[in-house]
């Protein structure tokens, strides 16, 4: 076992991990963070992405010792203060939310695209959100919903 610090949602923590841990596993296991969905455990469904210092990453897939000392955003760090992201109001406003169970992974991978391109193209969200399954939506709501929070950035 070894100690790694991790910063998630802007709280800092000390966590013994063994090499072969997931940052996925550290994340729900040791810190209580389910809103970072296990689902395909192989980085195909986006359920389980998180921001690592800004980028989208697939946590099934990053060992936890690769997170020691870095900044990790899981969609409960999204709001602030009490008051929902722009992004997380919207994808309800647009109906974007049904089961959920994608609705963490989207929503991280929005955020990224929206930081690196404040106004993007249709095409631009649908390729940032490409890397996430959802079988619920059919994407129209999820497309629109991002659409909107960056026409109101």
Do not use: W
């Not at 729900?28 to 455990?41: I, M, Q, W």
């Amino acid at each position: 076992m070894t100690t790694i610090t991790l910063n998630v949602n802007d709280n800092e923590y000390e966590v013994e991990v063994a090499p072969h841990h997931t940052l996925l596993d550290v994340l729900r296991d040791k810190l209580g963070c389910t809103e970072v969905k296990n689902s395909c455990n192989q980085g195909e469904c986006g359920a389980c992405t998180v921001l690592v210092n800004g980028k989208p990453v697939s946590s099934c897939l990053m060992l936890a010792m690769q997170a020691d000392g870095r900044r990790i955003i899981t969609a409960r760090g999204l709001a602030q203060d009490g008051k929902l992201h722009p992004l997380q109001e919207k994808f309800i406003e647009y109906g974007a939310v049904q089961c959920g169970y994608c609705t963490p992974g989207m929503l991280l991978a929005a955020k990224a695209l929206l930081d690196e391109n404040p106004h993007p193209s249709e095409e631009e969200v649908r390729m940032a959100i490409s890397g996430n399954i959802c079988r619920c939506t059919g994407y129209q709501q999820i497309v629109e919903a991002i659409m909107a929070a960056a026409a109101e950035q």
